[in-house]
């Protein structure tokens, strides 16, 4: 049988690769029993596919990024060989996090981003990069973040140590914080990176309020499951560190 599209060996590649996960989906199609809920799940996969489809199609650098959601998947790779293929994937994973914390949409997300050969063209994505990338994100724990593999820490680390340049130059560890409770790094999602684009001061904190008074809002809500209230409590103390940025005018 013919078929043009069938997968090339040479598209298996060494990439980076990002397995995420959207925290909560399961229970919320579990709890579909009218058209007002069936309309708040299909709006959130809207806007991710949406999100997914709008950093598909652009040319520039992130010309070979792919992404793919997936049910509650989100899979984000880009080859190696690209010399933007981290700073690119973690300011994208970055914008999702925050895009979906900071709006109505109320969701969190876990992941973990590695590095492997995988296969990720036409929404068909397998390979070792994107099963280890699967098994660690169900490893890390309950907090919601994304984790970045110690290899790609190392390997971020010695591109610092051996640049020669004399211009600053923006790298991922402006964009990673580490975890004080097992050490691993995670994208810092809550840093306010969109003010180097344009956004103002006022949006970013009326954002950072939105995200305050969910967090309130879950701790209560979750006060009795021990199970869930840990993710809001390790959000909390992560939204606390994260105060800083904002200077001492924030009332957030």
């Known amino acids: 049988m013919q078929n043009y599209n069938f997968p090339k060996y040479e598209e298996y590649s060494d990439c980076m690769v990002a397995f995420i996960d959207i ?129 790609i820490i190392e390997d971020g680390r010695t591109k610092v140590l051996n640049y020669k340049g004399e211009e600053k130059v923006d790298h991922i560890f402006n964009y990673l914080i580490k975890d004080t409770c097992d050490g691993y790094h995670f994208i810092d999602y809550l840093k306010p990176v969109e003010r180097q684009i344009g956004i103002s001061r006022e949006q970013l904190i009326a954002e950072r309020n939105v995200i305050k008074i969910f967090i309130e809002n879950r701790l209560k809500l979750y006060s009795d499951d021990e199970k869930i209230i840990r993710k809001y409590k390790w959000l909390k103390n992560y939204f606390s560190l994260t105060e800083h940025y904002y200077g001492k005018s924030n009332n957030a």
Not at 49 to 65: A, F, H, I, P, V
């Open 23 to 151: 925290l909560g989906f399961d229970s919320r199609v579990r709890n579909i029993n009218s058209r007002e809920d069936f309309f708040e799940v299909g709006k959130l996969l809207f806007a991710i596919k949406e999100m997914e489809r709008s950093y598909n199609e652009k040319q520039n650098l992130l010309k070979n990024l792919t992404i793919t959601a997936i049910s509650d998947s989100i899979i984000v790779t880009m080859p190696y060989h690209d010399p933007n293929c981290a700073m690119a994937i973690i300011l994208v994973i970055q914008k999702f996090q925050h895009t979906l914390i900071a709006s109505s949409f109320e969701t969190l997300l876990r992941g973990y981003l590695t590095r492997g050969h995988v296969y990720h063209k036409d929404n068909i994505i397998f390979g070792r990069g994107y099963s280890e990338a699967y098994r660690k994100e169900k490893e890390i724990g309950h907090a919601p973040r994304i984790v970045i593999d110690p290899i």
